[in-house]
């Protein structure tokens, strides 16, 4: 065995960013169903008896959608769902499941204890909105009233210039702690998901050997820019040094728990001590109030993450780039942006877009996940392995995605179409993150309930058992591309000269009609002979028309592009 870990000073562990813990974002964000048979009461109880039973009905520790389903008695369908958010969650770039091609990921299977640890986080509850000081000024809580919206947990973005402030919704360092809050409160129960009795000994003698301390990497993190290459056990003490062609000895699960939870209390000791100084301070981007005004006094706040996260947030009537060589991280949030158009041309791992309304928000190429939430009047195109959207009004998908899109809690008036636009390295960057254009599933949503599981507010009564409001495809008459100003790529040598997503018939037919009938008024027009008076009112007619088009269909918000700075 080896000798207890001296235990560092609180101070010295969180003023050190390599030794700082932080919980994984990522299964928190994206990796939460809302199944109800996926959450149990107390998972412990439950979890252990399963993985002893999903471990003997596997040769290799693995298991496929068909076992998931008999063990978890969950359809097929919500078993294929497991694996797929697995594949897109998991921490390890060398786990089989995370580099499995398109259509093997059944057939890989999931390592039954990852599915473990994924399930016992199904009974996280996310963290609640901070109490308003001024309860008059959020009284109209968005969206506008109707029976659900007693459990909705955001405000319109248009309250939130109103209320010039929103301070009352959880910041990055407040939804972090709360992470780590449940993390620590639950570390025993998982420890013991993944510990293992010493042959001979008994119960009261359990080891982690260092394969089972590597699941520990699914749920933290240590340092700033997560494992960089790095497995997650050289950051500890234990293995650290362990020689690769030798079996490392196990260590005390014990051992590894207190360990874990002396570093646990410091990173919250550190968060807290954060928060605390930036209230006295300067604001900042991702955790501080937004101030957002008239676009010609907007406070614009982009800035990147210690841990990698771009923030895009509160733009306010303009229009905002941002190319790969601007992302310094893999993942980007957009976070109550308004009235504006934004591109985010480069590949990523994930996307969110949290808060906004009345914008246009263009998203390049997303390997894992993209989540849209409490957005109203939001034009989104994206191309994507996946995406769930959640509490949103009167919004437009024009997607490219290569599995279901998950449709969750309030929605109302969505709308789903093909994928429709294109930039000159669009295809390289769908390569780079493992999208397949030859597959797109951007018609066939999945609704769940109304009621998202993993939310801290109270619900009405029956509720639950209310489906959420699926989505309608636009009409293909209705449908048009998307043309992204050829500028905005900067000096880009890419090969992409269209849209890689094949279009419908129905759509494809659409677009030669129309593209007929202009062909066709043009003709007719320059062959017609009509007096001066007649051209200028027939001109001016067509940009009435032209001008109300634009404000009707929300293409209006293209037009920032070309204003000036």
């Not at 101030?291 to 706040?301: E, F, L, P, R």
């Not at 306010?316 to 041309?345: F, R």
């Not at 993993?454 to 008459?477: I, K, M, N, Y």
């Not at 037919?509 to 009938?517: E, F, G, I, L, M």
Request: charge should be negative; glycine fraction near 6%; aromatic fraction near 8%.
């Amino acid at each position: 065995m080896t000798e207890p870990t001296e235990p560092s000073t609180s101070s010295s562990l969180a003023r050190d960013p390599c030794t700082v813990i932080h919980p994984r974002r990522e299964p928190f964000e994206h990796g939460l169903l809302p199944i109800p048979r996926l959450i149990f009461s107390d998972p412990a109880q439950t979890l252990i008896p399963l993985k002893q039973k999903l471990l003997q009905l596997s040769s290799n520790q693995r298991v496929d959608s068909v076992a998931i389903s008999d063990s978890l008695q969950i359809s097929i369908e919500h078993a294929k769902l497991v694996l797929d958010t697995l594949a897109s969650i998991l921490h390890s770039d060398s786990e089989p499941l995370t580099v499995a091609k398109f259509g093997e990921i059944d057939s890989v299977g999931v390592d039954v204890h990852d599915l473990v640890l994924f399930l016992y986080i199904q009974s996280y509850k996310r963290i609640l909105p901070r109490t308003h000081k001024d309860s008059v000024a959020v009284a109209d809580v968005w969206p506008s009233t109707s029976a659900f919206d007693g459990f909705l947990s955001a405000l319109s973005p248009l309250q939130l210039v109103r209320s010039n402030s929103r301070r009352f919704m959880p910041s990055q360092a407040d939804i972090e702690a709360h992470q780590l809050s449940y993390l620590q409160k639950h570390l025993a129960n998982i420890m013991s998901l993944l510990a293992e009795p010493v042959e001979g000994e008994g119960e009261e003698s359990l080891v982690l050997t260092m394969d089972r301390f590597e699941h520990l990497g699914f749920l933290f993190q240590f340092g700033d820019k997560g494992l960089e290459g790095n497995s997650f056990s050289q950051c500890s003490p234990f293995f650290a040094n362990s020689d690769p062609d030798m079996p490392a000895v196990p260590v005390p699960a014990a051992q590894v728990h207190d360990w874990l939870l002396q570093n646990i209390v410091a990173t919250l000791e550190y968060i807290s001590e954060r928060t605390s100084s930036k209230e006295n301070g300067p604001s900042s981007a991702s955790d501080q109030d937004v101030a957002m005004t008239d676009a010609s006094t907007v406070s614009v706040k982009v800035s990147t993450s210690t841990r990698g996260a771009s923030f895009i947030e509160g733009i306010s009537k303009s229009s905002y780039t941002k190319l790969a060589s601007d992302i310094k991280g893999s993942s980007v949030k957009v976070l109550n942006c308004h009235e504006s158009s934004i591109y985010i041309l480069a590949p990523l791992r994930y996307a969110t877009v949290y808060g906004c309304s009345d914008a246009t928000i263009v998203i390049g190429a997303v390997g894992k996940a993209v989540r849209v939430e409490h957005c109203e009047r939001v034009h989104v195109i994206v191309a994507a392995k996946r995406i769930c959207i959640a509490n949103c009004r009167e919004c437009i998908f024009f997607l490219g995605v290569n599995q279901q899109p998950l449709m969750l809690g309030d929605n109302h008036k969505l709308q789903v179409a093909p994928y429709n636009t294109f930039y000159s390295q669009l295809e390289e960057h769908m390569n780079e993150v493992g999208i397949v254009p030859t597959v797109n599933r951007w018609n066939e949503p999945l609704a769940f309930g109304m009621v998202d599981p993993h939310d801290s507010l109270s619900h009405p009564a029956g509720v639950s058992d209310v489906q959420a409001e699926s989505a309608t495809q636009v009409d293909p008459d209705q449908f048009t591309n998307f043309v992204i100003p050829s500028w905005l790529g900067g000096d880009s040598t890419g090969t992409t000269e269209g849209n890689p997503f094949s279009l419908p018939d129905a759509y494809m037919a659409s677009q030669h009609k129309n593209h007929k009938n202009l062909g066709e008024l043009r003709q007719l027009i320059r062959e017609a002979s009509l007096e001066e008076s007649r051209k200028r009112e027939l001109s001016s007619a067509l940009h009435v028309y032209f001008k109300d088009w634009l404000y009707a269909s929300g293409n209006i918000r293209q037009l920032y592009c070309l204003q000036g700075d």
